[in-house]
């Protein structure tokens, strides 16, 4: 009866440390992410958006601003603007998104002090996307949210917990468009493991809840200025798809650009093969169709549009180090 006692006291401590580093770390970089990042969203800017008089296509993106905007409404005695309100959104989803990866990570190694560990290292790699290298680094309110969405559709995923998937994938289309790639996610991970019907059922209904979301948001903000739907060129009228040839033709950029995941992709790439959990390698397969969207709608050389990925590239890495360790350990007769 001792030992397991034991270990219940050693999984308390290791909670205990884990949220309180996390919520300081998350405190620490939010701090430097918005301090740096600020001019390029104002409070003003986000007002408009909470107004529903802001500029599209960032206008389609309310989730946070609605949440914020009600926050603010309750006057509550804390003082915040509704700017304020956002930075605190902004703190809850990364703290957030540190438990929920630590959580997606236990669901391939069962070591709850190693994935602490490795959760953790989020904020070593996040900096790649959000303050490397400059000027590119434009901070929005709804980068790091959707990085948490990911984490819990690729968990509820896993699980399969439909009903927990289907709210999170209404709720996180109203943050950022990019929750079509979670239905990409579950196509490649069950593709040859479910039965197609099932499969098509899901892709399709996924893909209904996607586009009405999308066409409400249009109709509600058919008035304010900005391109429909997706911006397909910048503000000069050239198309993004131009442009960021142009980036590509200068092999200067290269450095830059291969700094996403902070480099881990290199060893995944190289490695691919001994990531043992065959979900984690599949769900990597979602990356060249991400790529090939913000190719066509956004600055490619706009690291921060990859920083969602950061978490199937990270558990991808870390499937690999294990593994590595564990066959190093074996040849050594440990």
Same mark, same amino acid.
């Given at each position: 009866?001792?030992?397991?006692?034991?270990?219940?006291?050693?999984?308390?401590?290791?909670?205990?440390?884990?949220?309180?580093?996390?919520?300081?770390?998350?405190? =620490? #970089?939010?701090?430097?992410?918005?301090?740096?990042?600020?001019? $390029?969203? @104002? /409070?003003? %800017?986000?007002?408009? &958006?909470?107004?529903?008089?802001?500029?599209?296509?960032?206008?389609?993106?309310?989730?946070?601003?609605?949440?914020?905007?009600?926050?603010?409404?309750?006057?509550?005695?804390?003082?915040l603007t509704l700017y304020g309100w956002?930075?605190?959104?902004?703190?809850?989803?990364?703290?957030?998104?540190?438990?929920?990866?630590?959580?997606?990570?236990?669901?391939?190694?069962?070591?709850?002090?190693?994935?602490?560990?490795?959760?953790?290292?989020?904020?070593?790699?996040?900096?790649?996307? =959000? #303050?490397?290298?400059?000027?590119?680094?434009?901070?929005?309110? $709804?980068? @790091? /949210?959707? %990085?948490?969405?990911? &984490?819990?559709?690729?968990?509820?995923?896993?699980?399969?917990?439909?009903?927990?998937?289907?709210?999170?994938?209404?709720?996180?289309?109203?943050?950022?468009?990019?929750t079509c790639f979670l239905t990409l996610?579950?196509?490649?991970?069950?593709?040859?493991?479910?039965?197609?019907?099932?499969?098509?059922?899901?892709?399709?209904?996924?893909?209904v809840i996607w586009m009405s979301i999308?066409?409400?948001?249009?109709?509600?903000?058919?008035?304010?200025?900005?391109?429909?739907?997706?911006?397909?060129?910048?503000?000069?009228?050239?198309?993004?798809?131009?442009?960021?040839?142009?980036?590509?033709?200068?092999?200067?950029?290269?450095?830059?650009?291969?700094?996403?995941?902070?480099?881990?992709?290199?060893?995944?790439?190289?490695?691919?093969?001994?990531?043992?959990?065959?979900?984690?390698?599949?769900?990597?397969?979602?990356?060249?169709?991400?790529?090939?969207?913000?190719?066509?709608?956004?600055?490619?050389?706009?690291?921060?549009?990859?920083?969602?990925?950061?978490?199937?590239?990270?558990?991808?890495?870390?499937?690999?180090?294990?593994?590595?360790?564990?066959?190093?350990?074996?040849?050594?007769?440990?």
């Amino acid at each position: 009866m001792n030992k397991p006692a034991c270990l219940r006291r050693e999984n308390l401590v290791t909670d205990v440390v884990f949220l309180l580093a996390a919520l300081a770390a998350a405190a =620490l #970089f939010c701090h430097f992410k918005l301090r740096l990042c600020e001019k $390029f969203v @104002t /409070p003003e %800017m986000f007002a408009d &958006i909470a107004n529903h008089v802001g500029n599209k296509p960032w206008q389609y993106r309310i989730l946070v601003p609605e949440i914020a905007k009600a926050l603010h409404q309750l006057n509550l005695p804390v003082g915040l603007t509704l700017y304020g309100w956002a930075r605190v959104i902004e703190l809850g989803a990364l703290f957030l998104s540190v438990v929920a990866f630590r959580r997606y990570l236990e669901l391939f190694l069962h070591d709850r002090r190693l994935c602490s560990i490795f959760a953790m290292m989020i904020f070593l790699v996040l900096p790649f996307h =959000l #303050f490397f290298p400059r000027p590119y680094f434009a901070n929005y309110w $709804f980068d @790091t /949210p959707a %990085m948490l969405f990911l &984490i819990l559709g690729l968990t509820f995923l896993h699980q399969k917990k439909w009903a927990w998937y289907y709210g999170l994938f209404v709720v996180a289309t109203f943050n950022r468009e990019t929750t079509c790639f979670l239905t990409l996610a579950y196509l490649f991970t069950a593709f040859g493991r479910e039965k197609l019907p099932k499969i098509a059922a899901h892709c399709g209904a996924q893909f209904v809840i996607w586009m009405s979301i999308k066409l409400a948001l249009g109709r509600m903000f058919v008035g304010n200025p900005g391109p429909e739907g997706f911006e397909w060129m910048d503000g000069s009228g050239v198309p993004h798809w131009m442009d960021n040839l142009r980036y590509f033709a200068n092999p200067g950029n290269y450095p830059a650009f291969a700094s996403i995941m902070g480099f881990l992709w290199i060893p995944v790439v190289f490695c691919y093969r001994r990531i043992g959990s065959e979900f984690a390698r599949r769900s990597l397969w979602v990356i060249p169709p991400f790529f090939a969207g913000m190719f066509l709608v956004a600055n490619i050389y706009e690291l921060r549009i990859f920083a969602e990925l950061v978490p199937i590239v990270m558990t991808a890495f870390f499937l690999i180090l294990t593994d590595l360790v564990r066959t190093a350990r074996i040849g050594d007769g440990g």
